[in-house]
């Protein structure tokens, strides 16, 4: 039987067994299995920054000067409840804070400081 073939719900179940590595294979495979994909993928975003880019979204490697991961977590919005952010907000990109705006189901948000230190303020649970 086709993985597509199955009913939604088993898809699903499917999916939130699978790790970021994995998912991301899925969410390369084909636009229905990105679709399906997406909510599990996106539903905890690790975000990375390389000085005042963002290089790493989930496990997966983003090319330098590229907007191209701030727009797949925008797209995948209504699906993120947590996000952490691994960088020195100090050098943020000005278009972090703009699809930070459009997370209106974030739950959870965490900021750690270079070396894996937590900022003095704790964490804000939304």
Do not use: K
């Amino acid at each position: 039987m086709p993985l597509l073939a199955l009913p939604a719900e088993i898809l699903d179940l499917i999916l939130q067994n699978l790790d970021a590595v994995h998912l991301w294979n899925v969410y390369n495979s084909c636009e229905a299995l990105r679709v399906a994909s997406a909510r599990s993928l996106f539903r905890g975003v690790e975000i990375r920054f390389d000085g005042a880019q963002a290089a790493d979204l989930n496990t997966r490697r983003f090319p330098p000067s590229s907007s191209r991961l701030l727009v797949m977590v925008a797209q995948w919005s209504s699906h993120v409840r947590t996000m952490d952010v691994w960088g020195d907000e100090d050098f943020l990109e000005p278009g972090f804070f703009d699809v930070l705006a459009t997370l209106d189901r974030l739950r959870v948000f965490r900021h750690v400081l270079p070396g894996g230190h937590l900022p003095l303020l704790p964490t804000a649970d939304l």
